[in-house]
């Protein structure tokens, strides 16, 4: 069974920084697309960053570029997403998915069904 789970959230002051982590148990990274996504209050959930299950390649949505950073390490079977200068409206329920073997930008983007299994979500807030 799937397992993911998601840590390092919290609050944080406009221009500081945090790092995300997702956990994943019950199968090997190695050839899965995976990614983190976001969900304000009021706001379809969005992708945030993601990387391809073939070549590592990256996603980031326009949002968020230049300033996070996501990386996956598979020998912990774990998934980073570092935060720089964070911004109030950053602040949202952050989830890490993993998905079928596929591209980035698919993972973040598609409609079609490629996220195939969620973590519970971790709160992030941005505020002075």
């Known amino acids: 069974q799937v397992h993911l789970v998601e840590s390092g959230g919290g609050l944080v002051q406009p221009g500081g920084s945090l790092r995300l982590s997702c956990a994943v148990s019950?199968?090997?990274?190695?050839?899965?697309?995976i990614g983190w996504f976001r969900q304000a209050p009021g706001k379809e959930r969005e992708g945030v960053s993601c990387i391809s299950s073939s070549d590592g390649s990256t996603y980031y949505a326009d949002s968020v570029k230049g300033r996070f950073t996501i990386s996956r390490d598979n020998a912990k079977n774990t998934v980073y997403l570092q935060m720089n200068s964070l911004k109030p409206e950053d602040t949202a329920v952050y989830y890490c998915?993993?998905?079928?073997?596929?591209?980035?930008?698919?993972?973040?983007?598609?409609?079609?069904?490629?996220?195939?299994?969620w973590g519970q979500g971790t709160q992030v807030t941005v505020s002075s």
């Open positions: 019950g199968f090997t990274l190695d050839y899965y697309a």
């Open positions: 998915a993993v998905g079928v073997p596929t591209t980035a930008q698919a993972m973040c983007v598609t409609t079609r069904p490629v996220r195939r299994a």
